[in-house]
């Protein structure tokens, strides 16, 4: 058998071979994927088993990287970093107090109220509610046909009253608060020397150095971002609350408190604000024009913040896509209630520097952060 005869074998073997191996791919492309979707459940549910050890952790974290500029401020006045963090955790006991001290009543009269609100709501909704009348007594008479034909005894189970709820979960809340206070005081007072551990463990210098590098560029933009965003609600907790003094808005300290700290969730929470300032509106003032007047000056402040002051302020570095924000909101919300929505951002922003920092994963960086990857990194 001549060469060409060879190569005209080999050929023709290659060519019955190829659907085989093109197969074999695209069952390895599929066991990838499935391998990713199994893992990506396996990590979600450990996420929501765990969730009383790592939310913990999590808010310490970044509760650390808000205080910790406070704590280097110390470092220059030659204190160690055990003190200066054990000063800055009762530094901010003290204004939480403080905070609480000065919100407590209000918020207490306003639950005392509740009742008296919801009657004068319905009131006020009064024409709503002849609009729906049709709707409501067909309900009722499919309800009475039901239990008419059932005749069915109906058990009621009662459960904890409304204030041993309360009392139950306040305990719960503390509990918590103050093992996030001693997390955060650990990080903040040994945070430092763990990290050197760490990098020194490691046996080649470019890992130590690209590390490093990651660590500090996390740390310096999430500090920057949450000093400054921390900045902005307060200044939107000032402002609205004087918008609401100048439209006569009873305890307006309270709702400008509750929109700052609301604002530190994304679209969810200035909804919350909104909703809470239109039914306050309703309860406190007869003419409707009035009514509306704190709720729509809400939205026009929190416009004016979010569309101009925040992107402005922040800059380009942690910009993030709309669409990522919103979705991980609602996932780390689900996940993990309030406190998951509170980090929502912060953890986004830190899986945006991770894929920046990895050469592979940038053009996922560049997704999340809604910025066209640049030509220099996208070979």
């Known amino acids: 058998m001549g060469i060409e005869d060879r190569a005209g074998t080999g050929r023709a073997l290659a060519a019955r071979m190829m659907p085989a191996v093109k197969g074999q791919e695209q069952i390895r492309r599929v066991q990838t994927w499935l391998l990713g979707f199994l893992l990506a459940l396996a990590v979600m549910y450990t996420l929501f088993v765990a969730q009383d050890i790592l939310l913990p952790i999590f808010l ?10 406070a704590v280097r401020g110390l470092n220059r006045l030659r204190l160690p970093d055990p003190v200066g963090a054990a000063l800055v955790i009762v530094l901010v006991l003290g204004i939480a107090g403080s905070g609480v001290r000065v919100l407590a009543e209000p ?119 949450l000093v400054t965003i921390t900045i902005i609600n307060s200044a939107l907790a000032l402002v609205t609350a004087g918008v609401m003094t100048l439209l006569g808005v009873p305890s307006p300290i ?20 909104t909703a809470m300032l239109f039914v306050v509106g309703v309860v406190s003032f ?53 406190a998951g929505a509170l980090l929502a951002v912060p953890i986004l922003a830190v899986f945006r520097i991770v894929c920046e920092a990895t050469p592979v994963l940038r053009p996922i960086g560049a997704l999340v952060g809604g910025v066209p990857l640049p030509t220099s990194l996208a070979k």
């Not at 310490?60 to 500029?69: E, K, S, T």
């Open 60 to 69: 310490a974290i970044l509760l650390a990287l808000l205080l910790r500029p």
């Open 107 to 225: 918020a207490v009269a306003w639950v005392e109220r509740a009742p008296q609100v919801m009657e004068t709501l319905q009131d006020r909704m009064h024409g709503l509610q002849r609009a729906l009348a049709p709707a409501r007594q067909a309900t009722e008479r499919l309800q009475r046909m039901t239990r008419s034909e059932g005749a069915q005894r109906e058990v009621v189970m009662r459960g904890p009253s409304l204030a041993e709820a309360v009392m139950a979960q306040a305990q719960v809340v503390v509990g918590q608060s103050l093992v996030v206070l001693a997390l955060t005081y650990f990080i903040l007072a040994f945070g430092k020397n763990t990290l050197t551990c760490v990098l020194s463990s490691l046996p080649r210098r470019d890992d130590r150095t690209h590390l490093s590098d990651i660590v500090v560029t996390v740390q310096t933009n999430i500090t920057q971002y």
């Open 254 to 273: 309270l709702w400008g408190a509750l929109a700052g700290l609301f604002n530190f969730v994304p679209y969810l929470g200035p909804a919350v604000t």
């Open 286 to 338: 007869d003419n409707w024009t009035q009514s509306l007047l704190p709720a729509l000056c809400f939205i026009a402040i929190t416009s004016i913040e979010g569309n101009f002051l925040t992107p402005m302020i922040v800059g380009r570095r942690l910009t993030l896509n709309p669409i990522f924000v919103f979705a991980t909101v609602l996932f780390w919300g689900w996940l993990w209630g309030i």
